[in-house]
């Protein structure tokens, strides 16, 4: 029993530890379908984590926090796209250009308005999204078997966990079931036939984009105001990267993106859970190590087991009108 | 005259310094096919852009149906009733048919009533027109010819009254072709008006009922078909009178240079697509390689210019086998004097991104002459491609443009300047004047002529019959991978084309 529970335990903090991947790379998903590879999804996240623990603390209010988490990061990505869609920039250089601004910009603007070393003030009760306990989740807890399923692993969590995993079959159906989603998956394969079309490519870009920044923002509140209690520098520690990773990894796939990202999650969760504890037939092993495999892992996934990932045929190209 | 169904009048167009279009004055009539002729860059695309929506005129007026039209989008044109086929077809490979087709015209927010709809829809058309397509079959595993049937469903979905085809045939086998056209006539039959642009006078001739002559932006004649000749339009096109069939004189052939023996080769997939083929050609003679494209004459090029292995077979130049299992790299072909123009110029000849004049040796570059210890010799290269740039006349002659910025016909030349100016023994070319326009095409032909008779041996490979026809001393026909016939150049076009079909196998094959 005692394996069993620690199994529930490894797969509830790989939920936790997933939710920040998961809206990252759906997140990325609806900017690369459009044709703008965006490797600042990173930077929107830590844009995001700050702007809403920021605002949390100063107006004592979560929902106005995750509000200008979104309101923040949706701003950074209509940068990227001023740059690289109305100006046909280098996508990949206005990301990275994004990354930058956003690591050095959260630092000192924490510092200049909470004199805490760029961290903001610890978020009080009522200022963070606390745990959602389902109904009858305490009422079936010693139910064997279901009922820490029931109680540890689907209920707990924030309102943001839920949303995130929601996400998911309302992103495949608006890509799928929708014109907005037609319109879209055709631009990132073929601008030139949306625009002989008589739809404008620039405006569903720019849409697209907004969708990757309010998503983007949503991870980062996540991450300043759910897993943590407030922002700290460089908290993303690269998860935008991984989420990026994820993205190819799932084939531009909203529900490979689900299992890709639970997949991270649950190696993030069994390198914390792992560490320090003998294993068997190896032995003990350094941390370092534990900490490394999930990196490890994404670079073996994804360079052998994924078989051909093709993206989005006019990803990374800005839009020209031939001549 | 039938009503106008659109008017052009006075429309200027300018990308910079270069003027486009110059004070174009068109009437299209409706019920018609109207054809539009003109070489590459005489303007006739940037016109029907204007036309579509895609560009903006600088000046002048558009009335459809003989109201004064604001076409500022492609939106406004569709909402005109013109519809347009691009040359490049505007499809979204990936998706099916009727997404396709929906495109920019679906009638709901939510996709299943939109494709319901669409699905009776083109079932009408289907009907209708005789334009049959499986409306759930993915873009890019359909052939060329329907995936254009798509783009004229595409327009005729969104109501188009006027459709406009840019270079339809371009990548059409004949027998597509010919289908294209019978749509086209009954297109006609239920009152579309068609306009069809294209470079190829042949077509023009077969279908359309008027023709309108473009030259340097500007509209230089519109003839009625049936009172205009092939010459006449030639001469409209080029400003000068056109050898459409150049002369030469008897081939004075002497030893065998290539000689192909039982040669095999398969393609990526593993299918044989060259079966067992033998020839041989000799200096001071053109060979030309008729069929229809796809019967194995692309392979066949690639395993003698050494870019694909064979099966089995052998190839000898000058009476020195050539290592056909892929040890033989081209560059030690053409130190062998075998010069090759490649069919796809885009992909192999040339590389777009670089200036002219690096292209002009590319292939070459490690030829002393080009070098100047281990560096390239800058000043030797470019007074080399000035030299090829006089002698081909490629224009513009600037050896430093990048060549993507040429038109067709000048890329062409660059590669065949390249070829020919080593001074080969052996030159193979496919596909010479694909999209190339029609005095370009007279100079590629005199220049070949010209390498025969200097004694080399040339073979030609070409999906154009006339070229073939008036190129070749000795035709050989490919069908399915096999050599199904050898045809003197006097053979008909009828002949050649049964050929070709694969009709007259048995008694050709001997």
Redesign the interface.
């Known amino acids: 029993m005692d394996v069993f529970i620690a199994i529930v335990q490894i797969l509830d903090s790989t939920i936790r530890l997933s939710v920040p991947l998961l809206l990252a790379c759906l997140a990325g998903l609806y900017s690369e379908r459009a044709g703008v590879f965006d490797i600042g999804l990173e930077g929107k996240m830590l844009v995001g984590a700050f702007a809403g623990a920021a605002a949390a603390s100063v107006f004592h209010s979560a929902f106005l926090g995750l509000g200008m988490a979104i309101v923040m990061s949706v701003a950074f990505a209509l940068v990227h796209g001023f740059a690289s869609i109305t100006h046909r920039g280098n996508q990949i250089v206005s990301g990275v250009a994004i990354n930058f601004v956003a690591a050095g910009s959260t630092i000192i603007l924490g510092q200049a308005w909470f004199q805490q070393g760029g961290r903001t003030p610890a978020l009080q009760p009522g200022e963070r999204f606390e745990a959602i306990t389902l109904p009858g989740a305490a009422a079936i807890h010693d139910v064997p078997i279901i009922g820490p399923i029931y109680s540890e692993l689907l209920s707990g969590h924030s309102i943001l966990v839920y949303l995130a995993f929601a996400m998911v079959p309302f992103t495949w159906w608006v890509l799928?079931?929708?014109?907005?989603?037609?319109?879209l998956?055709?631009v990132g394969?073929?601008p030139?036939?949306?625009?002989?079309?008589?739809?404008s490519v620039a405006w569903l870009r720019y849409r697209a984009l907004i969708c990757t920044g309010v998503l983007t923002g949503i991870a980062g509140a996540y991450l300043s105001m759910v897993q943590n209690g407030g922002f700290v520098k460089d908290m993303t520690a690269g998860k935008g990267y991984i989420a990026l990773a994820a993205l190819i990894f799932a084939k531009w796939r909203p529900v490979n993106a689900m299992f890709a990202c639970l997949l991270f999650g649950f190696l993030d969760a069994a390198a914390i859970r792992l560490q320090g504890s003998p294993l068997p037939l190896i032995g003990k092993v350094p941390v370092q190590f534990m900490q490394a495999l999930p990196y490890v892992l994404t670079v073996i996934l994804l360079a052998g087991f994924i078989g051909k990932a093709i993206p989005p045929?006019a990803g990374g190209v800005p839009y020209v009108?031939e001549? | 005259m039938a009503q106008a169904a659109i008017e052009l009048i006075g429309i200027n167009k300018s990308f910079g310094a270069v003027r486009a279009n110059r004070d174009i004055n068109l009437e299209i009539a409706r019920g018609t096919i109207h054809g539009i002729v003109g070489e590459n860059g005489a303007g006739k695309s940037t016109l029907m852009s204007i036309l579509y929506g895609f560009y903006q005129a600088d000046s002048g007026e558009i009335r459809v149906g003989g109201k004064p039209a604001s076409i500022k989008t492609s939106n406004d044109a569709i909402a005109l009733g013109i519809g347009m086929v691009h040359q490049h077809f505007m499809l979204v490979d990936n998706f099916t048919v009727l997404e396709n087709i929906i495109l920019g015209a679906e009638s709901d927010a939510l996709l299943k009533k939109s494709i319901a709809k669409a699905r009776s829809e083109l079932e009408r058309l289907e009907r209708e027109y005789g334009l049959e397509v499986d409306p759930d079959a993915i873009i890019e595993e359909l052939p060329v010819g329907l995936q254009q049937r798509v783009e004229i469903l595409k327009a005729l979905y969104r109501g188009a009254e006027i459709l406009i085809l840019d270079e339809p045939t371009g990548v059409l086998t004949p027998a597509e072709a010919d289908h294209l056209f019978r749509i086209l006539r009954q297109l006609k039959d239920q009152g579309k008006t068609v306009v069809l642009i294209t470079h190829k006078l042949r077509e023009i001739m077969a279908i359309t009922d008027n023709v309108s002559v473009m030259r340097q932006g500007t509209m230089v004649a519109t003839r009625e078909t049936s009172k205009t000749t092939v010459g006449e339009l030639a001469e409209l096109m080029v400003g000068r009178r056109v050898l459409l069939r150049v002369e030469k004189g008897e081939a004075e052939a002497g030893a065998v240079k290539l000689a192909v023996k039982n040669l095999t080769v398969k393609d990526s997939r593993g299918v044989t697509m060259v079966d067992d083929i033998s020839f041989d050609i000799k200096a001071g003679e053109i060979v030309g390689i008729a069929g229809v494209a796809g019967n194995g004459q692309s392979e066949l090029l690639e395993a003698i210019s050494g870019i694909r292995h064979a099966v089995s077979g052998s190839v000898m130049l000058d009476g020195k086998p050539i290592d056909l299992t892929g040890k033989a790299d081209p560059g030690e072909l053409r130190d062998r004097g075998l010069a090759h123009v490649p069919e796809d110029r885009h992909h192999v000849g040339l590389v777009l991104a670089f200036e002219e004049n690096e292209n002009s040796i590319l292939g070459y570059h490690d030829d002393p002459r080009y070098l100047k210890g281990p560096f390239l010799n800058i000043d030797a290269i470019m007074a080399d491609a000035k030299d090829k740039i006089e002698k081909y006349d490629i224009r513009p002659g600037n050896p430093r443009l990048k060549t993507a910025n040429f038109s067709g016909g000048n890329q062409q030349k660059i590669v065949l300047a390249r070829e020919m100016e080593q001074d080969p023994g052996v030159l193979i070319v496919g596909q010479p004047t694909r999209g190339v326009d029609v005095g370009a095409i007279e100079f590629i032909h005199k220049r070949l002529i010209a390498m025969r008779d200097q004694g080399k041996a040339v073979l030609v490979v070409s999906v154009e019959l006339d070229e073939i026809r008036s190129l070749s001393d000795r035709i050989l026909v490919m069908f399915a991978g096999r050599i199904v016939g050898e045809r003197g150049p006097e053979a008909t076009e009828g002949e050649l084309g049964l050929l070709m079909a694969g009709v007259e196998r048995q008694e050709a094959a001997e």
């Open positions: 799928f079931r929708t014109r907005f989603g037609l319109r998956r055709a394969e073929n030139a036939a949306v625009d002989t079309a008589g739809i045929r009108k001549r």
